[in-house]
């Protein structure tokens, strides 16, 4: 089930990131179709519900011709694919991840993995929280759900970091709770796979932090006081809660 929810005022980051009136639209989602089938039965539908609430500024916006496409066929994209939706002035769909406008080292650690096209929560999803709404969504296991959540996440923190860089001790600007350490860390390598080939093509580094039991803390604390973008943890594992500062996270 996808939430997403509609956008009203958005409370302001600490550390004047707010105050400035710099974050309405980055270049950096401003850069740039295939016919796409398909991948799931419906049987394996996706399903979602939305209501109206906070939004985050993100800046992001999918090309023009997706922009102009009517409720009909936002619709007939979505029954293609077999995805529900329930909400308010829902984000339309998007068959390809070229048109999500992902860098292209992101663009070429996709296809180097094998994702060639998104899957149903994909193009859904992605455009969903790359706009900046709220969502839950709801599908079977082994659908790409990680992607969703990773690579927005990734390309918000890194307009983050181009608008005003990170400086010692802040962060995060995201947070991933898992139910077990063996997830959390699949989820960090995950965002590492796409973090290295950004900095190798010139990027500003993105810190990610696998707060976990068992790592070392030193090593951890060593990438808080740098500054961290997104933060892995367990649901058990707190143990640098006091030099994370939690509260740059927006609350609904």
Known sequence: MFQTKSPVSSPPFPRCRSTLGRRRYSPLFES????????????????????????????????LPIRRMSKKACDLIRKQWHIIVVGEDIPPPIK???????????????????????????????????SGRDMIGIVFTGSGKTLVFVLPMIMIALQEEMMMPIIPGEGPFCLIICPSRELARQIYEVIEQFLIPMREAGYPELRALLCIGGVDMRSQLEVVRKGVHCTHRCCNSWEVEGHAQLSHFYRK
Do not use: H, Y
């Open 32 to 63: 740039n179709s295939s016919s796409l089938s398909p991948r799931c039965s419906p049987s394996d539908c996706s399903s979602a519900a939305v209501r109206p609430a906070s939004r985050v500024l993100t800046g992001w916006k999918p090309p």
């Open 96 to 130: 390809n991840f070229k048109d999500m406008r992902f860098l292209e080292p992101i663009l070429k650690m996709l296809k180097a993995k094998g994702n060639v096209q998104p899957t149903p929560i994909q193009v859904q999803g992605l455009p969903v929280i790359l």
